[in-house]
């Protein structure tokens, strides 16, 4: 696609390639994004370096622009309070040909065009759905991860995520559950358009997982990817106020996944099979405190 080419949304006539990052709670939340999601998960940091790596590939990100979410989270409240524009002309379809033009000028403006856009706001997966259906070519990536490595990394770090009170670790388990049961929905119900990628397979496989996801994007590869940290500063922008900055300079960093390991106690432990029941569904074992990520560096992501 011609690189002076906008975004167009689905009541265009020249639909968008827009690739669309969250991450997560997998990040946190993803988390990650990332877009796949996680978004709501601290890989919040490794997530950013994904889609950095992306960014000096064939693909520009941007800085998270901080008020897509807002927007999204807005047009779900007209739709669930339509007293609200009853009367004034404002139809479903005025609605969403606004909000769509709102996303795709943000996206095309507030960085340097290339041949394909992405965007990761971690809160934007919530409404994958409604993004699928304004962005018919659009595809998303969700990062998943370890609920422990997540938690313990937005408690440790300080991290600021609406949902969560970093100083009840339950509660905190909780709302991880919450975030990626709404997140692996939305990423699942975007059939063959959605990605999810374990964070434990992209730091132990780097090159095997971002050939995964570059062919997902129907981009070729590019050495570049695995090496993002000599492009922060120059081709790679990042925004100061992101919490994920100080980890995206740096390479690929292995002790992040086991740094849970010795800061929660047992007791706190021993309910997370209760308090996260989706880290099984996700290939966890909640019960094993000492696990062997080395498995993951032999896994297949499924979109």
């Not at 960093?253 to 706190?268: P, R």
């Amino acid at each position: 696609m011609d690189s002076t080419r906008l975004l167009k949304p689905r009541w265009n006539r020249k639909r968008c390639q827009l690739a669309k990052w969250m991450p997560g709670l997998g990040t946190v939340l993803i988390i990650l994004l990332l877009l796949i999601i996680c978004c709501l998960q601290n890989e919040r940091s490794y997530f950013s370096t994904l889609v950095q790596a992306l960014t000096i590939s064939y693909v520009f990100r941007g800085e998270e622009t901080m008020v897509i979410p807002w927007i999204l989270k807005s047009h779900e409240e007209w739709v669930k309070r339509r007293g609200i524009t009853k009367g004034s002309g404002l139809s479903e379809k005025v609605l969403d040909e606004a909000v769509s033009a709102f996303i795709s000028e943000i996206i095309t403006r507030h960085g340097t065009l290339a041949p394909r856009l992405c965007n990761k706001d971690p809160f934007a997966l919530f409404y994958v759905d409604y993004l699928a259906d304004l962005f018919p070519e659009s595809k998303y990536i969700l990062m998943l991860r370890d609920a422990r490595a997540t938690v313990h990394s937005i408690i440790t770090r300080e991290v600021p995520i609406s949902g969560f009170n970093r100083t009840n670790y339950e509660q905190c388990f909780q709302a991880w559950n919450g975030n990626m049961r709404k997140l692996v929905s939305q990423c699942r119900g975007a059939t063959g358009r959605c990605l999810m990628v374990h964070y434990e397979s992209l730091v132990q496989s780097p090159r095997k997982q971002m050939a995964e996801i570059l062919a997902f994007l129907e981009e070729p590869w590019s050495e570049n990817v695995l090496q993002h940290e000599k492009f922060v500063g120059g081709e790679v922008m990042l925004n100061p106020n992101e919490f994920s900055t100080n980890q995206v300079v740096q390479g690929v960093n292995l002790k992040a996944m086991t740094a849970w390991k010795g800061f929660f106690n047992d007791e706190l432990l021993g309910k997370i099979p209760r308090l996260a029941p989706m880290m099984a569904s996700l290939g966890y074992d909640p019960f094993d405190l000492d696990p062997d990520y080395t498995k993951w560096a032999r896994t297949t992501n499924q979109p």
